[in-house]
């Protein structure tokens, strides 16, 4: 992934409220809010525009994570029709400063979007199905830059929907990866942006022992969360 200056505006001077989001050189502009701020983010301009957008939030059945992906040739309009949507408590929307995004590109990015997401695998989809257009040669080129730019400002702005769970494929320094072998188990993993992981295939013991309960009780109390 090529470097980047981001650079934050906070309208109201606090980072958990509306949030604007740039990178130099790029024709494309973020906007984050809390769902609380519904009815003040379509007042902003940019959201007369076309864009593609992110609804997340926790399914409140079964507390997953819960993420709808959307676009629209008017994201204001599109945003207000979501009002019915319960379970989202915030927003993420990209559009372009030049009003360069026809709605061939917004389906692409939904798209490509949907299907790097469902792969990542951090968050339920709540909209799962999307069209393909068919774009001129050139043209998925660019828009394979602009989604470029979306994985780099979604983190920034507070959301790891597009975000590798074993971290990125490009780690600043190479993480080896870390082996844990008691009795029969075998466990492997490795540190990563976001926290430690444990990698597929991995296997645990099946019985806690009794000196466990006295000597590690936060480490049983997160086993048993974890199962």
């Given at each position: 992934?090529?470097?980047?200056?981001?650079?934050?505006?906070?309208?109201?001077?606090?980072?958990?409220?509306?949030?604007?989001?740039?990178?130099?050189?790029?024709?494309?502009?973020?906007?984050?809010?809390?769902?609380?701020?519904?009815?003040?983010?379509?007042?902003?301009?940019?959201?007369?525009?076309?864009?593609?957008?992110?609804?997340?939030?926790?399914?409140?059945?079964?507390?997953?994570?819960?993420?709808?992906?959307?676009?629209?040739?008017?994201?204001?309009?599109?945003?207000?029709?979501?009002?019915?949507?319960?379970?989202?408590?915030?927003?993420?929307?990209?559009?372009?400063?030049?009003?360069?995004?026809?709605?061939?590109?917004?389906?692409y990015l939904e798209n490509r979007l949907l299907h790097e997401s469902k792969a990542v695998g951090r968050y339920t989809l709540e909209n799962s199905k999307s069209s393909n257009p068919k774009l001129p040669e050139s043209d998925p080129e660019d828009m394979e830059v602009y989604l470029s730019r979306i994985r780099q400002v979604l983190p920034v702005l507070g959301s790891d929907l597009l975000s590798p769970i074993?971290?990125?494929?490009?780690?600043?320094?190479?993480?080896?990866?870390?082996?844990?072998?008691?009795?029969?188990?075998?466990?492997?993993?490795?540190?990563?942006?976001?926290?430690?992981?444990?990698?597929?295939?991995?296997?645990?013991?099946?019985?806690?022992?009794?000196?466990?309960?006295?000597?590690?009780?936060?480490?049983?109390?997160?086993?048993?969360?974890?199962?």
């Amino acid at each position: 992934m090529t470097s980047a200056t981001i650079k934050l505006f906070l309208p109201h001077g606090d980072a958990r409220r509306l949030r604007e989001g740039k990178v130099s050189n790029w024709t494309g502009k973020a906007l984050a809010a809390p769902r609380a701020e519904l009815d003040d983010l379509p007042a902003r301009e940019e959201t007369e525009s076309s864009g593609v957008y992110f609804l997340v939030g926790v399914n409140p059945d079964t507390r997953d994570n819960l993420a709808y992906i959307g676009e629209a040739g008017v994201i204001r309009d599109r945003l207000k029709q979501h009002k019915a949507k319960d379970f989202w408590t915030s927003v993420v929307v990209f559009v372009s400063k030049d009003e360069n995004l026809t709605k061939a590109y917004i389906r692409y990015l939904e798209n490509r979007l949907l299907h790097e997401s469902k792969a990542v695998g951090r968050y339920t989809l709540e909209n799962s199905k999307s069209s393909n257009p068919k774009l001129p040669e050139s043209d998925p080129e660019d828009m394979e830059v602009y989604l470029s730019r979306i994985r780099q400002v979604l983190p920034v702005l507070g959301s790891d929907l597009l975000s590798p769970i074993a971290g990125s494929n490009e780690p600043v320094q190479h993480q080896p990866n870390l082996v844990c072998k008691i009795k029969n188990a075998l466990a492997t993993g490795r540190r990563t942006e976001g926290g430690f992981v444990v990698l597929a295939k991995s296997t645990a013991v099946l019985s806690v022992r009794p000196s466990a309960e006295s000597q590690y009780p936060n480490a049983v109390a997160l086993r048993q969360r974890l199962i």
